[in-house]
């Protein structure tokens, strides 16, 4: 199995080559938007960031992507040197400057910025932070339902790196990619400390069993903001929703399965570790939460 695809997978846009860039106050051509070496980010994933999507002229859910950029700055100790008000001009800057209305993607990175001796203390981060923002057209593209691999790489305990901060230090879930693509899949499926089915690398994870919706108890998980909406849609639309401990066992004979995240919304699985889940293809639940979420995205402007 050789033909990889990703949740991240969109059209190929040629006006990507010719983007602006936010970088510490100024918007410059991709080729200027460089970092030191002695950035924090680039040497020990010293930062936090945001992924966000533009619909129709409108950042969806931005409140609650602002909520938590600042939530995640405040648990590392992290000054963005921004107010809200200030992360919210940035956003619309770039996005004006790059004449962009509709099928963008955002990537908000924050780090502690330059380091004084290339060494861990963040004192040594004098001259921070540093903030950028790569945004581009964007279109989802894929091919067919994702692949997912079980692989042993975990979601961890809150006291180690916990899963719902936003890092850059993403090393883990790197790794747990790799290991899923060395098994001949799309990416890979993790669990928890437990052993009970969590995320996968990228994006939280889903099941619909006769009629329900499952999902994790959140413990361990990635604080999705599109998880949280596909939980809100279930209980205002009258879908059985639960958060709950459940196994491999139970996501194989699973009816369908589907990922969420900001960038693709609600993504369909095909396959865990080879079995096919349901009849392999986008199921019916899965179509009507895409279509709820769809009008939840308008209607919030």
């Not at 009816?255 to 009849?279: C, K």
């Amino acid at each position: 199995m050789t033909d990889h695809v990703s949740t991240h997978q969109a059209e190929e846009d040629a006006r990507n080559e010719t983007i602006l860039i936010y970088l510490n106050g100024r918007i410059v051509p991709k080729r200027e938007a460089t970092v030191s070496v002695y950035d924090s980010g680039f040497m020990l994933g010293d930062g936090v960031w945001e992924g966000l999507r533009l619909y129709d002229g409108r950042w969806a859910f931005l409140d609650e992507h602002l909520d938590r950029l600042f939530e995640a700055a405040k648990a590392i100790d992290l000054d963005i040197g921004l107010d809200r008000a200030g992360v919210r001009q940035a956003l619309f800057d770039t996005q004006a400057a790059n004449g962009m209305t509709t099928d963008a993607h955002a990537r908000l990175m924050v780090t502690r910025g330059v380091k004084a001796r290339p060494f861990q203390h963040p004192a040594l981060s004098r001259s921070g932070p540093t903030v950028a923002i790569i945004m581009e057209h964007s279109r989802p593209k894929l091919p067919r339902p994702i692949r997912l691999a079980t692989v042993p790489h975990m979601r961890g305990l809150p006291m180690t790196q916990d899963p719902k901060l936003n890092s850059h230090s993403k090393l883990n879930c790197i790794l747990a990619c790799i290991a899923a693509e060395k098994a001949g899949a799309d990416e890979a499926l993790m669990l928890d400390v437990h052993g009970f089915v969590n995320t996968t690398n990228a994006c939280n994870f889903f099941i619909v069993r006769g009629g329900e919706v499952w999902t994790s108890t959140g413990d361990y998980c990635m604080n999705g903001i599109t998880r949280a909406k596909v939980i809100a849609l279930c209980r205002a639309n009258g879908i059985p929703l639960r958060e709950k401990n459940f196994s491999l066992v139970e996501a194989y004979s699973a009816d369908e399965a589907f990922l969420t995240g900001t960038f693709g919304a609600q993504t369909p699985v095909g396959q865990i570790d080879g079995r096919v889940i349901g009849t392999g293809e986008l199921g019916p639940m899965t179509e009507r939460l895409r279509a709820l979420y769809k009008a939840l995205v308008a209607a919030e402007g």
